[in-house]
């Protein structure tokens, strides 16, 4: 039997910061209305040279030394992202070309803004079904800023670019162990609805032969995102027989932190236990979460041997939960 522990984490934020003040030259906007509404203050976005592999592979990198392993140990890459470089090959590929883990099977997954819960998940269930996997690479990585109509304010305030990279460990224990809360990936959940209509893009390979931009119903997200974030903790408690109290710290996407802060409400999870980034970031879709883990495990907001909770959801409307002892 394997388990899945998590070895290392890793970032990667594009050199160039653009403030709200900075976006209010570009749409009729403001900082203060940014704020409040969203709790963001700024957002990194990308070189016009730079691409989505780029960034994955300087998290990717930051992550594998941390983990202090050879890129050869490296058994499976997956990347989650909704802006790949190129429609063909996978960006996991790509990173798996530029780190040159020639000994890696590589692919991406698709789930937008829950693109990182479904990638561990995925990873996770690799690895209990395969002895041969020692070392997976998952990352989110995350060029939002050229799928964003930069003349619709109610969107293009709020996304950003970025990568967050984890380096998971399988190791070998008995079924009781597996089973146990006591280490490593404990369950992951996952669900999605097919409601693509409220969170979508414009446009895409099969249809107009370009990516399009990103259209949303934004009040409507909003209610589906509170109400799917608490059940899906609500769910992975029950199915762990554990209550709220036992949950240490949670990392959820960065959207919104007034959808955080309902979320919290709900579950009388108090603030205190949640990571936020989303006022550094704004919301880097697939690369949120993997982001905001790098940053409190190096603050040490997580610290070893706690037990915590991922959760996400994007267009799909996708959503689920990772929960684990770090
Ligand atoms: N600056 C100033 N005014 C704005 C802006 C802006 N950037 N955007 C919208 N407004 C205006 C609207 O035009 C509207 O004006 P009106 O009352 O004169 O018509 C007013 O502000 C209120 O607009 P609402 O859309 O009702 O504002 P709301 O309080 O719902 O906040 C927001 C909008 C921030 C988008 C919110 O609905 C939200 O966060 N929804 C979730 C969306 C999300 O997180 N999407 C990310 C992808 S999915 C995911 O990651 C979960």
Known sequence: MNKSFILSTGSYLPKRILSNNDVASIVETSDEWIRQRTG?????????EELTSDLAVNAA???IEKAKIL???????????????????????????????????AFDVQAACSGFIYAITVADSLIKAN??????????????????????RSTCVLFGDGAGAIVIKSVHCSEAVK????????????????????????????????PGKICMKGREIFKHAVDKLTASVEKALKFNNLEI????????????????EAVMKKLDLPIEKVINTVDQHANTSAASIPLALDHAIQ?????PGSLGLLIAIGAGLTWGSVLLRY
Request: glycine content about 6%.
């Open 179 to 210: 089973k146990s809360i006591n280490g490593g990936i404990v369950s992951t959940n996952l669900y999605s609805d097919g409601n693509i209509d409220i969170l979508c893009t414009n446009g895409g390979v099969s249809s107009t032969g370009n």
């Open 61 to 63: 990198r930051d992550a």
């Open 40 to 48: 963001i203050t700024q957002r990194h976005i990308a070189d016009k």
């Open 299 to 303: 603050k040490s907001k997580i610290k």
């Open 245 to 260: 109290t036992d949950i240490d710290w949670l990392t959820p996407h960065q959207a919104n932190i007034r959808i955080v």
């Open 131 to 152: 002895n041969s996997i020692k070392y997976a690479l998952v990352i989110g990585a995350e060029i939002m800023s050229r799928i964003v109509d930069w003349k619709d």
């Open 71 to 105: 890129v050869n140990e490296i058994d499976l890459i997956i990347v989650a992202t909704t802006t790949p470089d190129k429609t063909l090959p996978s960006c996991a590929t790509i990173v798996q070309s530029r780190l040159k883990c020639r000994n890696a099977f």
